[in-house]
């Protein structure tokens, strides 16, 4: 499925259910943060599944600024919850050549068939980027 197909089930539903790592696409990605203006506008509904982490506390604020909401309706329509918790919303992501011809794929956390996703070369590249990162935080040792 492309974006654009996938901005038009989002614009075409009535609920709307995310769960996202860090909110990115409604509130840094422009054609989305517009389509989630004019669905709340359309009084369409979302519900949110997020990890309590320093990125998505940053994003809510930017959230009910951008989409003027109030606390009690992040309450109903967020659930925050803790990291571990987050994990069965976590795909496998597998990074091939990491040092030449990179190529990054994600698949469900379980097991499925034909469900692979393939990263663009930018998202593989920063992908591998933030690997190496964070392998030599923990490891402390290159890759």
Known sequence: MTF???INLEDAAKEVWVISPGLHYDVENKDFS???SVNLGQKTKYRYIVPANK???KNLEVY???YAIKDREIMDNFLILPEN???PFVLEIAIYDANTNCIACAAPALEGENEVIRFTNDAAQQMAKDFREIWKKFKR???
Request: net charge positive; proline share 0%.
């Open 141 to 143: 040792e290159k890759l």
């Open 55 to 57: 990125a998505v506390l």
């Open 85 to 87: 918790e987050f994990i």
């Open 4 to 6: 654009k197909q996938l």
């Open 34 to 36: 517009e389509l989630v």
């Open 64 to 66: 009910k600024k951008k």
